[in-house]
């Protein structure tokens, strides 16, 4: 029972993390109906840039501030750059030049790097508090649920109550008629990419300490995982992906902590084929989902 | 979901054209001879470079059915070929026949694929992409976790009997790796041109269409997943044979997306093109490595070809969607107007 607390708990801070990475699929998939399969190569870019800083300085809260900036600055260059000029006529156009561009991250970050794992620290210590004798949480899972909650609270803040983000959900509902109306269509894109980006960065440099390290592979595993989530919520649907995240996070510790860290993959697989059969519009989609 | 031949209303008169005047028997025996006589004139290294070509080429011919004849994304074939060189190496280190062996692993992956294909018949877009992507990412851990076959990440080595006579081992494997290639060119080039290709463009175009056409849409889309999970794991058995060993290291992610990149820079929707696709496979990757080694630095070996390869990949897809192939096709049609 002990050893099931201790799982539960790792596994909701686990699945903070996946539930920020899916927040920023969905965020871009909102958007543009794209799904980002560059994201875990951006964060791991940024989160490369922000230890870079951070052995540089010493100081992990500025490594921290430039991967979050990082990530803002290359969702803007990716969406200006790259994919407004992909034709979307259809969605494997997207999905090639997004794999594309994980091919030149990961190349890049192999050449100046090397393709061996680095260590990253964590600003707080792992170490679970004991409560009643059971260990449970440690201040780095704490430090995780604060940065999601606070990235989560914001971004609703952001899309219910300014007219920025009215303006940004009316861009992606009817670019035409927004256009008419005023608004830069094209400028909230970019805003959404640079957003998204920025969530996924915070979400890679969450979960890079509680893993191997750095590495520019680190997050294959951990975009699956998210990519999960965002299906297991609907790909439509923020909230969905807050609760994916944590639903996939729960599974996956459970199965880790009683079978093996080696099956985890396997078991991402098996729930992404269950949630894809099954229900692939997602436990919270209002209308069907689209298929292209 | 067409991401090939816009044009194809406008071309088609002229592909038929093309078509009938170059059998794909003439064809394979013409490469068959080119082929032969290659291994006789080339060092023992290109010959093994030469038979990687060709187990590339039964893979990208495969992946250029199911992507750019029926319009699915598949990021997992790396897995695919997994599952075929382990069938294979598992096989040869009891048995030791190479025939029925290679046979064997196509079945197991034929298998293997017919299970993802149904999953995928029902998916589309992004989601078979990502399905796929967990099918390609999931290759490490099943090895680990079943250590007791798979040996982990050491994985197995292949015995191979040594070749017969006096050729040399390279020019032996480039022999095996070509006979496959060339039957997979021959045999796909007949589906495609018959009843089952025509099903797979009308899918692809227009699934409504094609149901009302009479066209089993679930059906020919498994089919075309089931296709190329056996050219698939008929390379996989090649690569098992060409490096006489299997490890999971040997079909990462990365393999996946340069299956994909190669069809696509090759050009979708022509088997033409899954041989353009397979030599680039092959010589971008050993230009890099020769710049490398010159510029004497170790994170560039690997990398260089990475990034290369995603620099053209989003450059090709940006100037046209249908990969160099498409546009040297386009070129001659304009030339044929003026």
């Known amino acids: ?71 803002l600055v290359l969702g803007a260059v990716v969406e200006r750059v790259v994919m407004r000029f992909v034709d979307h006529s259809s969605p494997l156009n997207g999905v090639v030049v997004a794999l594309g561009l994980v091919l030149i991250i990961q190349g890049v970050l192999g050449m100046i790097y ?12 792992r170490d679970a508090f004991q409560i009643g004798g059971v260990a449970l949480l440690s201040r780095y899972d704490l430090f995780v649920f604060a940065a999601v909650g ?37 400028g909230m894109l970019t805003l959404g990419w640079a957003l998204a980006a920025a969530v996924g960065s915070l979400a890679g440099m969450l979960v890079i300490p509680t893993e191997l390290g750095l590495h520019p592979n680190a997050m294959d595993l951990l975009f699956i995982s998210a990519f999960t989530a965002a299906v297991l919520g609907g790909l439509d649907s923020p909230v969905g992906a807050v609760v994916g995240g944590l639903v996939v996070g729960l599974v996956l510790t459970y199965v880790s902590g009683y079978f093996g860290a080696n099956v985890a993959p396997m078991a991402v697989l098996i729930l992404l084929v269950v949630v894809l059969l099954g229900r692939p519009d997602g436990l919270f989609s209002k209308a069907r989902a689209r298929t292209a | 979901m067409t991401i090939v031949e816009p044009r194809a209303t406008k071309t088609k008169s002229r592909q038929k054209s093309v078509g009938r005047k170059l059998s794909p028997v003439l064809v394979v025996i013409v490469g068959a001879a080119l082929v032969v006589t290659l291994t006789y004139v080339l060092p023992p290294f290109r010959n093994y470079q030469l038979a990687t070509i060709g187990a590339y080429l039964c893979v990208t011919a495969g992946l250029t059915v199911l992507t750019g004849l029926n319009g699915q994304l598949s990021l997992g074939h790396g897995a695919l070929m ?13 048995f030791d026949q190479l025939l029925p062996g290679i046979v064997l ?115 020919t889309q498994v089919l075309a997943f089931v296709v190329s999970a056996a050219c698939a794991g008929l390379a996989g058995a090649l690569f098992a044979v060409l490096a ?75 100037a046209a969607p249908g990969g160099l192939a498409s546009l040297r096709l386009r070129r001659r049609n304009r030339k044929s107007h003026a």
């Open chain 1, 1 to 71: 029972m002990d050893r099931f607390l201790y799982l539960t708990f790792d596994g909701l801070s686990r699945g903070a993390v996946y539930a920020a990475f899916a927040l920023a699929l969905v965020l871009i998939w909102r958007a543009a109906r794209i799904v980002n399969f560059a994201q875990g190569a951006m964060a791991v870019a940024t989160a490369y840039a922000g230890y870079s800083v951070t052995s540089a300085t010493g100081s992990y809260w500025l490594g921290f501030a430039v991967a979050i900036v990082g990530g």
């Open chain 1, 114 to 125: 090397g393709n061996e794992f680095r260590p990253a620290e964590a600003p707080f210590s």
């Open chain 1, 150 to 186: 606070a990235v989560v609270v914001l971004l609703t803040l952001l899309f219910t109550r300014t007219s920025t983000g009215l303006r940004m959900r009316a861009a992606a509902f009817a670019p035409d008629v927004s256009r008419l109306l005023g608004v830069p269509v094209g």
């Open chain 2, 82 to 94: 997994a599952t075929g060189a382990y069938t294979l190496a598992l096989w040869q280190n009891k």
């Open chain 2, 105 to 219: 692993a196509v079945l197991v992956t034929t298998a293997v694929g017919a299970i993802i294909g149904l999953a995928a018949a029902r998916l589309r877009g992004p989601y078979l992409a990502g399905l796929t992507l967990a099918v390609a990412v999931v290759v490490p851990s099943i090895t680990s976790t079943f250590d007791g076959t798979f040996n982990s990440d050491q994985g197995l080595s292949v015995a191979l009997d040594p070749p017969p006579g006096v050729i040399p081992v390279e020019q032996w494997q480039a022999w095996i790796c070509w006979a496959a290639a060339l039957l997979t060119a021959l045999v796909l080039a007949y589906l495609i041109r018959g009843r089952f290709g025509r099903d797979l463009r009308a899918v692809r175009d227009d699934e409504t269409a094609a149901k009302l056409a009479g066209v089993g849409v679930a059906r």
């Open chain 2, 244 to 318: 006489q060993s299997v490890s999971p290291g040997a079909f990462p992610l990365t393999l996946s997306l340069f299956l994909v990149m190669a069809i696509v820079i090759g050009g979708l929707g022509r088997l033409s093109g899954a041989l353009i696709g397979a030599f680039l496979l092959v010589a971008l990757p050993s230009v890099a490595q020769s710049i490398a080694e010159d510029a004497g630095s170790q994170h560039l070996e690997g990398n260089l070809a990475l990034t290369f390869f995603g620099v053209v990949l989003v450059l090709v897809m940006l």
